[in-house]
């Protein structure tokens, strides 16, 4: 067992001890902190939200410094996620037309779900699986293993079936969609060069084609969800219309304009609640050859460290 692990499991114990309101407190200081200390994100976050949104400096800064402050309560709210139950969650996580995601279920052909890096993602997995939700999601490892064993042990206690991404643990992925399960993709994330290139905030993106793939091969809707903070203190999570498959010409064109049309549905969340999102992530890092990239992956699952 790795001293990082420890340290991180006893952060946790600690915390746990503690009420929610104080767990808020920690983690707006430790943002705070995060702010000044990680320079280089700080950085790249600030260059990126300007070109996206066209933003003075001085409004960027303001959203930026709010997202690191955000994280910083994320990240105690993690550490957390040992103290919570179902009533409890119930009282900081509320859920904003629910009877979508319910309906998408009771269909039994599984429900492929797309979220992003937008708020507590941990705390939106967490919270539908312990509503009853039969929750799975496709994850990619994070650089450190530690990191990656205390996430999976959180996520596991609260219900969610894990994917690696990249192994042949796909197949339970497809096959938990076949027991009708609820399968969730961070899709926001660089897809590498077998992404599908598309316009996301302003840029050609290499964007993962995996949510359309796996709705299209079996025939499952997709149900964008998303969670932000509220200003009193706990979460939201909005829910939104399910997406269904549009076939066009040719697979590959269906994909692509799916891929598309779920990737407008993520930039129009993120403008909305600026600050909610990721800005320091390298979404933009795999660049764009006109000549060279105009095709489909077969697939390519959210390209992210976390799940839902």
Partial sequence: MSLQYTILKMISRIICLFPYRFVLKLGKALGHVYYYAAAKQRCRA?????????????????????????????????????????????????????????DAVQQAKGVVFLTAHVGNWEWLGARLAMEGFPMTSVIKRQPNDQHTQILNEYRQMVGIEIFA????????????????????????????????????????????????????????????????????????????????????????ETIRHMTQNLASITEDFIKQYPDEWLWFQKRWNTRYEPLAVEHTAPVNGGKAGETV
């Fill in 46 to 102: 600030l260059q990126q939200i300007k070109e996206s949104l066209a933003l003075s400096d001085s409004e960027a800064e303001t959203i930026i410094r709010s997202l690191f402050i955000k994280l910083g309560q994320t990240f105690a709210e993690v550490m957390y996620m040992p103290a919570l139950t179902k009533e409890s969650i119930r009282q900081h996580v509320a859920i904003e037309n629910i009877e979508y995601l319910q």
């Fill in 165 to 252: 991404r990249g192994t042949t643990e796909l197949i339970g992925a497809a096959k938990a969609l076949k027991q009708g399960k609820v399968l969730g993709f961070l899709a926001d994330q660089d897809a590498g060069p077998n992404g599908v290139f598309l316009e996301f905030l302003g840029k050609k993106a290499s964007t993962p084609s995996g949510p359309a793939v796996f709705a299209r091969k079996f025939k499952c809707p997709i149900i964008p969800t998303f969670i932000v903070r509220r200003p009193e203190g706990g979460h939201r999570i909005i829910v939104h219309p399910p997406v269904t498959i549009q076939e066009m010409a040719t697979e590959a």
